[in-house]
């Protein structure tokens, strides 16, 4: 069965600080990869997809890195707007394209 | 461009009454759905999946159906609502020409049952 863990369940920065985000993640067959952004009360937001081992993605101040056993989301200089939860999730070649989603890791930027 | 709407944003029933959760697609034709259900400060659970009309599979038995009556319409329903019901749902739709196997998700359901 596919599982994701991510740490920390929370992280409180201040505006300016560069801090990494892990998803460690068992699966039978990597297909991919994703990270999304949750604001309160809305709905996932698709930032990346990952599909191997080496693999990197930057978006401003995120960048995503893959390995065989985990993902990191990292965010330098990481601004107030930043704040939200960032949810990692496996997908595998199994089945219809499904997520295994991760409980996320909720992020506070502080002025 | 591809757009998914979900509706309502929130819904307050009581325990016992029955559900339904509308979501449509628009932009994409024979788009993969997903019905997810989020809880308090919890990642999401995959409910259903649809891979085309009337096809559709479970992931967790529970008081929940859903049903895919049209290519681009999936809709989670109840005939009686129990108080573990409560949470944040979330409709997803995937297969871009991309093929990417990206999922977008619409802006959710509040379902608080009392």
């Known amino acids: 069965e596919d599982q994701v863990t991510q740490s920390p369940e929370a992280l409180r920065l201040q505006e300016g600080e560069s801090s990494s985000l892990n998803c460690s993640y068992t699966?039978?067959?990597?297909?991919?990869l994703f990270w999304y952004r949750q604001d309160p009360g809305k709905g996932p937001e698709f930032l990346f997809t990952l599909y191997s081992a080496g693999e990197e993605k930057e978006k401003e101040r995120l960048k995503a890195t893959l390995t065989k056993k985990e993902s990191f989301l990292h965010i330098t200089a990481p601004k107030p707007e930043d704040s939200a939860t960032y949810l990692c999730a496996v997908q595998d070649f199994q089945g219809a394209q499904k997520l295994v989603f991760g409980q996320g890791t909720r992020l506070t930027i502080n002025p | 461009s591809q757009t998914i709407h979900q509706w309502p944003a929130t819904l307050v029933q009581p325990v016992g009454s029955p559900l339904s959760l509308e979501c449509t697609v628009e932009g994409t034709s024979n788009p993969n759905l997903y019905w997810y259900r989020q809880a308090a400060g919890r990642g999401l659970q995959l409910l259903f999946y649809s891979v085309g009309i009337g096809q559709i599979s479970s992931e967790v038995p529970q008081n929940l159906s859903a049903s895919r009556p049209q290519d681009r319409q999936f809709i989670l329903s109840s005939k009686k609502l129990l108080l573990s019901d409560s949470g944040f749902y979330l409709c997803?739709?995937?297969?871009?020409?991309?093929?990417?196997?990206?999922?977008?998700f619409g802006a959710g359901t509040r379902l608080s049952v009392l």
């Open positions: 997803a739709w995937s297969g871009g020409t991309d093929g990417k196997n990206i999922q977008y």
């Open positions: 699966v039978s067959g990597l297909r991919g």
